[in-house]
């Protein structure tokens, strides 16, 4: 799988991209051959049609897309690739009728349309390739189609290949592509760094916890990125039922996302100062896992109260987020599949985030609507804190009563940033159906937002 556009190639096909309402314009344009045959396969510039028109000795002569309305193309992203996951395999260039301002996107949507988690299979059909239309930044939206990639393979890979060594692995290998430093703390090592709770999370599981902590860029604004890396989460002893652990090996879903953001940075060579901490845990079931009502002590000094052990993400990020701010970078982000509340709230599709910065919320909602990556803001809700304060400790991780889950998560992370801008991100990490561009599986939210947001977020 190479998610790259094709070399330009007097042989590539003529593609045209006709919208519903402008399709019988185009068809004046043409001879009777082409209009008949056009009428005989039933192509009416619909989104997701696509149509192979032959010359008169049989052979290509051109290709059609459908673009659909206006109105339908507001109903989801990615139009073109939806018809270019309908061609056959072979080299095209773009010939009319795709709008300028939307070149970007929809290229980008072609290039991911190519995308295959094919690791355990023999054989992957291949994709139709793309000649990157005129005007548009090929090598910027191939650096974001592998960092999305990344992300989407990071998180379909199962839990057997892909525990906390092996995203350890996957850090050390972005990190040698762009000459980044990574170093990483592991196992009782943990607890000599005073990472207490990173440890808590992981101790009883085969595969050691760690803490993956990348730096790259020597210039610039200082941004961290934090992702949580739970890469299987059974519940702890607070066991899920069988039907809400079958998607867990998406749980490090936070740490695909921000490795897969890095690539996109450091790709295109963006002037700033990275730095990328993971904490890389299994939640498991062991003689020696954290219990219910323990109380644990994190690298801040907050005490955290466990009322139940499968709301171990924030505990891992909390220690990630307090060695984060020690750094007073200028954003710190995190990205984290973390409560269920937010899929409730947003469904899906949609990336909920938290921040108290209009700066922030003001240039990522523009970028968002720009490239197609819709986000939702959520409120830090201060009159929400008393329920994250139990009787016997500073901060209880799982409060009772179910209410607003979604912004009790992001109110205890909150509490372990306190000297630099924060926003998190409580993303899904996974199509559930299949849409254009974006199969089954894995996937980024959030991740091309913020990198087409990141010049207006850190010109502060």
Not at 56 to 62: D, T
Not at 195 to 209: E, K, Q, T
Not at 402 to 410: D, N
Request: charged share 20%; with cysteine; net charge negative.
């Amino acid at each position: 799988m190479l998610l790259k556009f094709a070399e330009p190639s007097q042989d590539a096909l003529a593609l045209h991209i006709l919208d519903e309402d402008t399709l019988d314009a185009w068809l004046d344009a043409q001879g009777d051959a082409t209009r008949n045959w056009i009428a005989a396969n039933g192509f009416t510039g619909a989104i997701g049609q696509a149509l192979i028109v032959p010359s008169g000795n049989g052979e290509a002569a051109m290709a059609l897309a459908g673009y659909g309305t206006k109105a339908r193309r507001a109903r989801g992203r990615f139009a073109l690739a939806a018809a270019a996951a309908k061609l056959p395999k072979g080299t095209y260039r773009i010939e009319s009728g795709l709008p300028q301002k939307h070149a970007e996107t929809e290229a980008l949507g072609w290039l991911l349309a190519g995308y295959r988690f094919d690791r355990y299979k023999t054989k992957s059909p291949m994709a139709a390739s793309l000649i990157a239309p005129e005007g548009v930044n090929a090598a910027r939206i191939e650096a974001i189609a592998a960092g999305e990639a990344l992300t989407r393979r990071l998180i379909d890979t199962p839990a057997s290949d892909m525990g906390p060594p092996d995203l350890e692995t996957a850090a050390r290998a972005l990190a040698g592509e762009h000459g980044a430093t990574v170093t990483v703390t592991t196992g009782d090592a943990l607890l000599e760094a005073n990472l207490p709770m990173i440890h808590a999370v992981g101790r009883a599981a085969d595969r050691a916890p760690r803490l993956i902590d990348l730096r790259w860029g020597d210039g610039g604004p200082a941004l961290t990125l934090v992702g949580k890396g739970v890469c299987f989460d059974t519940g702890g002893l607070n066991l899920k039922p069988g039907g809400s652990m079958g998607l867990m090996k998406k749980d490090m879903g936070g740490a695909a996302a921000v490795l897969g953001l890095a690539h996109m940075i450091m790709a295109t060579g963006t002037k700033i100062r990275l730095r990328v901490l993971i904490p890389a845990v299994e939640n498991s079931v062991s003689a020696n896992a954290f219990r219910p009502q323990d109380i644990l002590t994190s690298r801040k000094g907050l005490t955290v109260e466990i009322n139940n052990t499968d709301a171990e993400g924030r505990l891992v990020l909390a220690d990630a987020l307090a060695l984060a701010d020690e750094d007073k970078p200028d954003q710190i982000i995190s990205m984290a599949t973390l409560t269920g509340a937010a899929r409730v709230a947003v469904g899906p599709d949609l990336a909920p985030y938290f921040s108290g910065d209009s700066h922030f919320v003001n240039a990522l909602e523009k970028a968002a609507a720009e490239v197609a990556d819709p986000v939702w803001r959520m409120p830090f809700h201060t009159p929400y804190e008393p329920l994250i304060e139990p009787d016997i400790a500073d901060l209880d991780n799982a409060p009772k009563g179910g209410f607003a889950g979604c912004i009790t998560a992001a109110l205890f992370l909150r509490r372990f940033v306190t000297d630099s801008p924060y926003a998190h991100f409580d993303i899904y990490g996974w199509q559930p159906t299949a849409a254009p561009a974006r199969p089954k599986g894995g996937t980024g939210q959030a991740t091309r937002a913020v990198y087409a947001a990141l010049d207006d977020i850190l010109a502060r």
